[in-house]
Nanobody, 126 residues
Framework: QINLVETGGGSVQVGGSLRLSCEIS????????MGWFRQVPGKEREGVATIGSDGETSYAVAVKGRFTVSRDKAKNIMYLQMNNLQPEDTAMYYCAAVDLPGSWYVCSYYYDMNYWGKGTLVTISS
């Protein structure tokens, strides 16, 4: 069982930055894949970024070059640094995790998560 709690959301102006944090508790393993997702009311949830236990990352096209996912294993925290924020980044952001079902799976762009936080709201104003 993995528990996830997101913090760091808020309201910023266009071009601003925010850093989201996801505190991780419970049992993680070398097969644990983690990610950030976002959802706007009325739209499907979309994957934003993933990070594997080996540090390999992946990003959605819409955020590549502006967002950076990282993980501090010693502190059990995953981060999402978001720069040059745009109105279309406004959403509820969720962190998520899954234990990959086999060694042949890779975390990059793996979005079938089992564990979810409750979300933190990010609002970008122009």
């Amino acid at each position: 069982q993995i528990n996830l709690v997101e913090t760091g959301g808020g309201s910023v102006q266009v071009g601003g930055s925010l850093r989201l944090s996801c505190e991780i508790s419970g049992h993680t393993t070398p097969s644990t894949c983690m990610g950030w997702f976002r959802q706007v009311p009325g739209k499907e949830r979309e994957g934003v970024a993933t990070i594997g236990s080996d540090g390999e990352t992946s990003y959605a096209v819409a955020v590549k070059g502006r967002f950076t996912v990282s993980r501090d294993k010693a502190k059990n925290i995953m981060y999402l640094q978001m720069n040059n924020l745009q109105p279309e980044d406004t959403a509820m952001y969720y962190c998520a995790a899954v234990d990959l079902p086999g060694s042949w799976y890779v975390c990059s762009y793996y979005y079938d998560m089992n564990y979810w936080g409750k979300g933190t709201l990010v609002t970008i104003s122009s």
